[in-house]
């Protein structure tokens, strides 16, 4: 059997391609060809090039309008064929003409988050978005939902089209073993660099929304007592230079360290070096909806994640979470004090549940009982 992934825009800016780049391997391993259809960036040719076997066929499209881009896509999908269509997002631009096809391959949509319930996204546009979302459900032959909170929505949308028997999976993001096993090649430098010292990281877009003020807020409170605690942040966002000043304004530059983009490369060097990574979330429909795909590269490292007993962390951690509260810094700085004075208990996730590999094998389970082809038989595996 085949499938094709059809990816959108440059994964250094949208992240939606690592599900295809992360289930690739595996699910050649279980018997299916695997081919990716992405936007031609250095940034894409890197990262598939990092996580993906030579088996797995890739065809760059360049990046071009809307119509072209539909246009390539639709001719590609021609041209390969496939069993099955995977897109890991859909939106105007990120889709097909189903009406020029050759063949009739099963249609795949992948929700990883909820645009309609973004605040940014209001007005005319929500309105778009939400038209997308009902859209997605009609155009699709089966869903794949990344948190368990859209997995509902998408049930009662089908049911209200009319469309209750349509297959809908919940499959979270997972780690990439390709990624967690990559040469540390940063390793003994930040060791040797931040010797003696509480090592926090944060890896995502700088902005209030996504908790930037509460992680900084929170190390102001704990900086006199301690100041052998640093906070990296990796990343870039639009409150940047705002984080920035407010940083320089507490005396805070030798404890807070912005330190933009990080290659893929070197991310296990800092999360191996790591004592805690904090991954801040908002009680609201955008962080219930949305699949917080970086606790599950911090997973495998088995250092605690302070996070916020919202959404997919309350299903990854359940009652044994190192939970805050993002609107209370006061939370955030005491698990921040538990950890560097060796008084915080680690307790990880369940790293086999919460893998790529599994995720294949749960799709692949998924695929033999709700379609009439099956992929092969995975019950000793």
């Known amino acids: 059997m085949k499938i094709c992934f ?30 990716i259809i992405a936007q031609d960036s250095e940034e894409n040719r890197k990262r598939i090039a990092m ?20 246009r ?6 021609n041209e390969i064929a496939p069993d099955y269509v995977m897109f890991c997002s859909f939106s105007f631009r990120n889709r097909i003409s189903k009406g020029k096809l050759k063949h009739k391959p099963k249609i795949l949509i992948e929700h990883s988050e909820l645009p309609s319930g973004i605040p940014d996204n209001s ?4 309105y778009a978005m939400l038209a997308l979302e009902y859209w997605s459900v009609l155009y699709a032959d089966g869903l794949l939902c990344a948190s368990s909170y859209l997995c509902k929505i998408y049930k009662k ?17 997972a780690f990439n073993n390709e990624v967690v096993e990559s040469p540390r090649i940063r390793y003994q430098e930040l ?47 639009r409150h940047q230079e705002e984080a920035k000043a407010f940083v320089k304004e507490k005396g805070l530059t030798q404890q807070v360290q912005f330190l933009g983009y990080t290659p893929e490369e070197e991310l296990s060097s800092y999360f191996a ?29 088995d250092k605690p994640v302070f996070t916020c007993n919202v959404g997919e962390p309350a299903e990854i951690f359940g009652n044994d979470g190192s939970y805050f509260d993002n609107r209370q810094p006061a939370s955030l700085a005491a698990l921040i004090n538990q950890l560097a004075s060796g008084g915080l208990e680690v307790r990880g996730a369940d790293k ?6 599994k995720r294949a094998i749960d799709f692949t389970e998924w695929i033999n009982s709700n379609y009439t082809t099956k992929v092969l038989s995975i019950a000793n595996l």
Not at 9 to 33: C, H, Q, S, V, Y
Not at 72 to 77: W, Y
Not at 276 to 299: E, G, H, V, W
Request: aromatic share 10%; hydrophobic share 45%.
């Open 6 to 35: 059809i990816t959108l825009g440059d994964i250094k800016f949208i992240a939606t391609m690592k599900r295809a780049i992360g289930m690739a391997n595996p699910l050649l391993a279980l018997g299916w060809e695997v081919t």
């Open 273 to 301: 070096a790591a004592d805690a990574f904090i991954s801040p979330l908002n009680d609201t429909i955008q962080d219930r909806a949305r699949c917080p795909s970086k606790i599950y590269m911090y997973i495998p490292f």
């Open 352 to 357: 086999k549940a919460h893998s790529w590999e």
């Open 191 to 237: 060791k040797d660099t931040y010797a003696g010292k509480t090592l926090l990281i944060y890896m995502g877009t700088l902005t209030r929304n996504y908790g930037l003020f509460t992680m900084l807020q929170a190390m102001e409170m704990i900086s006199s007592e301690r100041p052998d605690v640093i906070l990296l942040l990796l990343g870039r966002g």
């Open 157 to 173: 949308r089908a049911a209200q089209l009319l469309r209750k028997q349509l297959p809908v999976l919940y499959s979270p993001y």
């Open 72 to 77: 390539t896509k639709t001719a590609l999908v």
């Open 123 to 126: 007005g005319l546009r929500k």
């Open 51 to 70: 996580e993906c076997s030579d088996a797995v066929q890739v065809y760059y499209y360049p990046p071009g309008t809307v119509a072209e881009e539909v």
